[in-house]
């Protein structure tokens, strides 16, 4: 008997329950490939969600990466527990001895907020990783050292912050020349390098060893204040996520130092109060009330977090994961402006962020700049349950329009009845508190537009956000929706069942 119980117990730490399909999705091909393979070779969406992640940073290098920081939430289908890590970059400590409110903190080398990225990845992997972390690593490193295509988004990137990144030079020889020269290829060797001195020592270089001590060095060089000692201290922190609940949708999203959950939370209030469904969908005056929300989002932001710079800019990355056990992962990273501060490391392919330029400039907001606090950011990373049961994993670049990007898609879909991939689709609007005005995508009708703006002062913007999405239908069904705004990809595949227990007579 107990032969039985043995092999029965083996045969199912071995062959684990696949009890969803396994799905990711991201804003790049390259990536999501490499988050599917982690998976199809037993990797946990954690392992898929850092893999992808080191990935993106070599292949979208102006979105995130080794420079940047982020927001990862994670569902553990065991413990039925969410997780939430804060790797967000944190204000060096020398903040206190310059001036406050200091304009040279919104750009150039003092907008270099204490880079958080690493470090999060090192964290989700210990706590919650299943593959070792070189299987992580190591398919970035190979990305950088093969070099990617200089087309499509990374050319356009390129070519719009090109009076930008030629004030660095070791942006300018990664990336400009070969962009004038008319090459097809962008290789980044010295990223490769400190992929693979990652892939042996985690963070130990980056954050106390000699890789710290080149980019302390650096920055004072430039007259910067990033230190060895910030790098030394600096901490990700597991927070408590943002809950709340919309009709059978309970919602789980980012906390403080996001505005992104709670934002959200109180965009579906708002539609509430508002009376938003006592008028048609997609009417003016349905558009005009959630307008309304929209305003007053930012000004408890403002009142209750502080405000930030005007950022609405779509430079960051999102990334989905469901793996086959039910683990869920949604992770949002960033660098902030496109290039971050527009600073490499000379010799690391380390391009630094400029998440300085996320603190508020007025004294007194609880936003303003202090050493060691983190800037307010927006991203929101988002997990859904629908009926108690996995139904979405969704997020998107946007600075401060991804709180309203995320409701609206939300919202039309429960409220307005689209599917969601349709009202991915739908055209996206969004409200800036500093002008105070509208901003929309051209695909409105007319009389919308007028709706959102009787002075007819509403601007047209191509796109707006660019959603990574995973919808779970059913167990056997996950469906990747990657916004058509962007280039990204979703990738699924359908888990070879576990054979039937070996039959053991026992003896
Ligand atoms: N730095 C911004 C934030 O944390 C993100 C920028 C973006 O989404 O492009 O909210």
Redesign the pocket.
């Known amino acids: 008997m107990f032969k039985v119980v043995f092999a029965v117990t083996l045969f199912l730490f071995s062959c684990p329950l696949q009890a969803y399909q396994p799905a990711v999705v991201s804003a790049h091909k390259k990536a999501s490939q490499i988050g599917i393979e982690i998976l199809q070779k037993g990797g946990n969406a954690a392992d898929s969600a850092v893999a992808m992640a080191f990935a993106l940073g070599v292949v979208e290098p102006y979105n995130s990466g080794l420079g940047g920081g982020g927001f990862f939430l994670y569902y553990n289908a065991q413990t039925k527990q969410f997780y939430f890590l804060d790797y967000?970059e944190a204000a060096p400590q020398a903040v206190g001895l310059i001036k406050k409110g200091n304009k040279r903190f919104q750009e150039g080398i003092l907008s270099v907020a204490v880079p958080g990225f690493l470090k999060g990845m090192e964290e989700i992997h210990k706590k919650h990783g299943q593959l070792s972390w070189e299987e992580l690593v190591n398919p970035s490193v190979q990305l950088a050292e093969e070099g990617i295509p200089l087309r499509g988004e990374l050319k356009e990137s390129i070519a719009d912050r090109a009076p930008f990144l030629k004030s660095d030079p070791a942006l300018t020889h990664v990336f400009l020349k070969p962009h004038e020269e008319g090459k097809n290829t962008i290789f980044q060797s010295d990223l490769a390098l400190t992929l693979k001195n990652i892939a042996e020592k985690k963070g130990d270089d980056f954050y106390s060893g000699p890789l710290a001590k080149k980019i302390a060095a650096f920055s004072k060089k430039e007259g910067g204040i990033l230190s060895l000692s910030d790098l030394q201290s600096y901490h990700v922190f597991w927070r408590k996520p943002l809950q709340f609940t919309h009709g059978p949708y309970e919602v789980t999203s980012s906390p403080i130092p996001?505005s992104g959950g709670a934002g959200l939370s109180l965009l579906f209030r708002k539609a509430i109060i508002n009376h938003v469904t006592d008028y048609p969908p997609y009417s003016p005056e349905a558009y005009q009330m959630l307008l309304e929300g929209f305003k007053d989002y930012f000004d408890y932001r403002e009142a209750a977090l502080g405000d930030s710079t005007y950022?609405v800019?779509?430079?960051?990355t999102h990334l989905s994961v469901m793996d086959a056990e039910g683990n869920m992962a949604a992770m949002?990273n960033?660098l902030?402006?496109a290039f971050g501060s527009g600073i490499m490391v000379p010799g690391t392919g380390i391009i630094l962020n400029d998440?300085m330029a996320?603190f508020s400039t007025h004294p007194g907001s609880p936003n303003s700049l202090v050493g060691g606090r983190r800037?307010?950011?927006?991203?929101a990373p988002t997990i859904v349950f629908k009926n108690k049961k996995p139904f979405l994993i969704i997020g998107t670049?946007?600075?401060?329009t991804?709180p309203q990007n995320i409701f609206q898609v939300l919202y039309y879909s429960w409220q307005w009845k689209a599917s969601l991939d349709r009202a991915i689709l739908q055209p996206k609007f969004y409200y800036s508190p500093y002008d105070k005005k509208v901003v929309a995508e051209e695909k409105f009708s007319p009389r919308v537009l007028q709706s959102l703006s009787p002075e007819g002062g509403v601007e047209i913007k191509d796109t707006i956000g660019n959603v990574q999405a995973l919808v779970i239908k059913n167990e056997k069904l996950t469906v990747p929706l990657s916004d058509q705004r962007g280039g990204g990809k979703g990738m699924t595949f359908s888990p070879v069942s576990c054979p039937k227990p070996p039959l053991q007579s026992s003896q």
């Open positions: 967000r996001s950022n800019v779509a430079h960051t949002t960033t902030n402006s998440e996320d800037p307010l950011s927006s991203m670049p946007g600075g401060l991804i």
